[in-house]
């Protein structure tokens, strides 16, 4: 299967609406793909914390209506990033959407790990409580967000619910971008599964973003590699290479701590 990151540029000079309609446009264009993924938070930017009271929308909104027919018109599976959810009661959650190539929302996941410590997203939004994987014919995805890839044993407990592929859109910062690529790469290893981690460009709520956007086999190995900027990358997927690494080094077998409940 084909997998393709669009790191999409946020740019606070380009309108909400604006930057919807393009990047509905991008994923329009992904019809040689099979899986496509956005960044966290692409509306608005991850750290324009302003404007998240202004842009939140319910699950039926309008981002969900232009990527559920993007998806839909190019025929692909859609992790179309986050956004801010605004919940029935009023509350607010960084909620990624996946759809599919019907252009049914397929699965949401409310991101559990909230940046900040103790100001910005940690005090504006609510916190998921689920781990969520998402079916597809050929594989499982295992979903997390941005400050979730600091927290292994979330993705012990997607790979326990079958996650193949670990799917990490992101809204990073450029000053910590060693740590983005190192624990991208740690997290495909030491969970056996592709990672596909793909972030923002630009800058927005004065934070410069990292970029580079990543797809990792299971071996650790870097299959594409975005730069800083806008861009698009891609890289073909064998959902059979993530079992047959598992046999031939079956180093999940030898756990012994941390365990799922019989």
Not at 48 to 54: G, I, L
Not at 107 to 118: V, W
Not at 163 to 192: D, F, K, T
Request: proline share 6%; glycine share 10%; aromatic share 6%.
């Amino acid at each position: 299967m084909r997998a393709s990151l669009i790191q999409v540029g946020v740019d606070q000079q380009e309108s909400v609406n604006s930057r919807r309609e393009r990047v509905a446009s991008l994923v329009r264009a992904q019809t040689a793909s099979d899986l496509v993924v956005l960044p966290e938070l692409w509306p608005v930017g991850a750290f324009a914390y302003d404007a998240f009271e202004e842009v939140a929308e319910p699950l039926d909104g309008p981002t969900h209506r232009l990527m559920a027919a993007a998806a839909r018109d190019a025929g692909v599976w859609l992790h179309a990033g986050s956004v801010i959810e605004r919940a029935a009661d009023g509350a607010l959650y960084n909620t990624a959407l996946v759809y599919s190539p019907d252009g049914e929302q397929a699965a949401h996941y409310r991101k559990i790990h909230r940046f900040g410590f103790d100001k910005g997203e940690a005090t504006l939004l609510g916190a998921g409580t689920e781990p969520v994987t998402v079916e597809l014919p050929a594989t499982t995805l295992g979903l997390a967000t941005c400050y979730d890839l600091r927290f292994p044993e979330l993705f012990r407990q997607l790979v326990d619910a079958g996650a193949q592929i670990l799917v990490i859109p992101a809204g990073w910062p450029e000053r910590r971008r060693a740590h983005w690529s190192l624990l991208a790469r740690a997290r495909a290893v030491e969970n056996q599964a592709y990672v596909l981690a793909c972030g923002t460009g630009g800058t927005h709520g004065g934070v410069e973003q990292a970029g580079h956007s990543v797809i990792v086999d299971p071996w650790g190995e870097v299959l594409a590699e975005a730069g800083p900027d806008e861009e698009i990358i891609s890289a073909e997927l064998d959902p059979e290479l993530v079992g047959k690494t598992r046999h031939v080094f079956p180093v999940l077998r030898d756990r012994v701590l941390g365990l799922p409940t019989p």
